[in-house]
């Protein structure tokens, strides 16, 4: 695993990966190592990731994390390489599936590298209750953001690999088709494969029943960010008595 690691990160290692992907060389080794990194520290963050709510889902959560990143980047490849092709890039579809893996494979490193300190925030944290409805969405969008920052890190040496095999305008115009599909892909995923953060009105399982129903921007859009803004912008006094308490 750490050769794993080293390999994405360190500089002269690196650039031979980025080489070899351009190339279109030794792709299924990469692409073994790629997957072993998500499964090993996306598993790491996902046990961190749903510890809040209970171990038993800290440990489904280690399972499905690192799933949702390799399905993720699955998925994506095939509009990638089309989208990639229509653009002007002639790219197989090996080298776009191998890229996508690349770029959440960096993900994943950073994410474990953050563990401890989500751990350090997951313990922090009120217990789970029916009251802690608040703390379920705040720790859930800065999971998201989390998320989403290692990601777009990833991506970026995503820009990189492009920049070799293409002119700067044509790779600029393909990495944001590429960040946008990682974005909407990553999100419905992640929604399907829901609970992560984990309900406090729901019991804890592997995956919802109601998984298929709405959609993850819609749940952030008409639930998460209201109860936040009310919850902040309420009396706390309101309606309790302890407020006229000493």
Known sequence: MNLSAAELFDGPSRHHVIEDLCRGQRLGRHALVFVLVIAGFGGLYGAVLGLWRSPLLGFYVAVKFPLLLITTALLTSVFN??????????????????????????????LGSVAPIAWFMTMSAPPPASSARTVHNILYLLHTGMVGSAGIAGTLFLSKVLNVVADRRRSLKIYAVWILSFA???????????????????????????????????FVGSDILPHLLSSITEDPCQNTSPCSQP
Do not use: C, K
């Not at 419905?188 to 709405?214: C, K, N």
């Open 81 to 110: 390489w089309m989208a990639a092709s229509a653009l002007g890039l002639a790219l197989r579809y090996t080298q776009v599936a191998v890229m996508m893996l690349f770029a959440l494979a960096i993900a994943a490193v950073v």
């Open 184 to 218: 909407l892909t990553g999100g419905e995923v992640a929604w399907l494969l829901r609970p992560f953060v984990g309900s406090v009105y729901h019991p804890v399982v592997f995956i919802r029943a109601d998984s298929y129903q709405r959609n993850v921007y819609e």
